[in-house]
């Protein structure tokens, strides 16, 4: 029997809020997390991005700071922390940054509105 990627079975059903304005950035990365068994929401702006996020829903939140305002960003993050208290951010020292969002996943599939710029 060949046993599982540590990794893989780590993400496997996770649910993740990807958030990258360049969408060739965001498919790629949302490609390699749903290889892994990762339910990805997509979002192209932080203001879609809060029309979607919702307490305990996703367990990981992805976004590159450095292409957004540090405004917008921070705000985003502060929402996260309000509602999730115990919420945990960090940034890696690459590319990414991200913030991890704890809780269980709570809440049915998401159904974003047409033309607010987020893909599921």
Avoid at 2 to 17: A, E, N, Y
Avoid at 20 to 37: I, K, N, P
Wanted: glycine share 4%; proline share 7%.
């Amino acid at each position: 029997m060949v046993s599982q990627s540590p990794i893989r079975s780590d993400l496997h059903g996770k649910r993740v809020l990807l958030i990258d304005h360049c969408q060739a950035t965001r498919e790629a990365r949302a490609a390699v997390l749903r290889s892994h068994g990762v339910e990805v929401h997509e979002a192209e702006e932080i203001s879609a991005a809060r029309f979607l996020w919702q307490p305990h829903v996703y367990d990981l939140v992805m976004l590159d700071a450095r292409r957004y305002s540090s405004e917008a960003t921070r705000e985003f993050y502060e929402q996260i922390k309000v509602q999730v208290p115990g919420s945990k951010s960090f940034s890696s020292p690459g590319p990414q940054s991200t913030s991890r969002i704890h809780g269980p996943v709570k809440s049915p599939a998401i159904t974003p509105r047409a033309n607010s710029g987020v893909r599921r």
